[in-house]
């Protein structure tokens, strides 16, 4: 069965680093998505992507933020310089389309630790 | 603002012992609501989407249904590996936007 794949599956980092989460998409998919869960909270939406564009972003998905499909098969999410708060998991995930109807397929995430 | 309400925060059941997970939403314009599966360290399983009050779908031992307020997630004679964390979301046609809500989840523990 198709799945969303990420890597690492836990990333540790300094305060003020750059990190890299990477995230292969189900391939006939067209939607990506990409939400954050800190630890005991809810799934918090960060950002969709459709035909190499941003599509909607929310509060949390500030300059810090950025997200790139640098092939055709990778998304990535880049945070540039990371602060203690943005440790969390990160999932990743996509969509054949991109109405408010459309299923979502999340990946297994990946633990960022900041420290 | 739209919000999604789960209930209870944590159930503990006996294997067998039926019972329902509840979420209750506020937004204009639903578009679907959804039930996730988590398991501990993992991201969301997709379990059901329902789209229009009245709408029932079943899997295995799992019945959802809709109403213009509210979903229930049915667990009918649990076993322990339907322990996880149910999550309920929204997606709502809200000045064009989709951006899905979660709820905070039910922690299920079903005991043998």
């Known amino acids: 069965e198709p799945e969303v794949t990420q890597t690492p599956s836990h990333q540790v980092t300094q305060m003020g680093q750059e990190v890299i989460l990477r995230c292969v998409p189900i391939?006939?998919?067209?939607?990506f998505y990409w939400y954050r869960q800190i630890l005991g909270q809810k799934v918090e939406f960060l950002v969709s992507?459709?035909?190499?564009?941003?599509?909607?972003k929310s509060e949390i998905f500030d300059d810090q933020f950025s997200v790139e499909r640098p092939d055709g098969s990778n998304f990535t999410l880049k945070i540039r310089s990371t602060k203690l708060e943005d440790s969390a998991m990160y999932f990743c995930?996509?969509?054949?389309?991109?109405?408010?109807?459309?299923?979502?397929?999340f990946g297994a995430g990946t633990r960022l630790s900041v420290l | 603002e739209d919000q999604v309400t789960q209930s209870p925060e944590a159930l503990r059941l006996q294997e067998g012992e039926s019972s329902s997970l509840n979420c209750s939403y506020t937004?204009?314009?639903?578009?679907?609501l959804f039930w996730y599966r988590q398991d501990p360290g993992k991201g969301p399983e997709f379990l059901f989407t329902?789209?229009?009050a009245g709408e029932e779908k079943e899997k295995e031992r799992l019945k959802a249904t809709l109403t213009k307020k509210e979903s229930f997630l049915h667990i009918t004679a649990p076993k322990p590996e339907d322990s996880a964390t149910y999550l309920c979301?929204?997606?709502?046609?809200?000045?064009?936007?989709?951006?899905?809500?979660f709820g905070r989840g039910t922690s299920l523990i079903v005991h043998p």
């Open positions: 329902l789209y229009s």
């Open positions: 995930a996509s969509s054949e389309g991109g109405t408010g109807s459309t299923i979502q397929y």
């Open positions: 391939s006939n998919h067209l939607y």
């Open positions: 937004v204009s314009g639903l578009r679907g």
């Open positions: 992507f459709y035909n190499n564009e941003i599509s909607e």
């Open positions: 979301a929204v997606r709502a046609a809200s000045g064009g936007s989709y951006i899905p809500t």
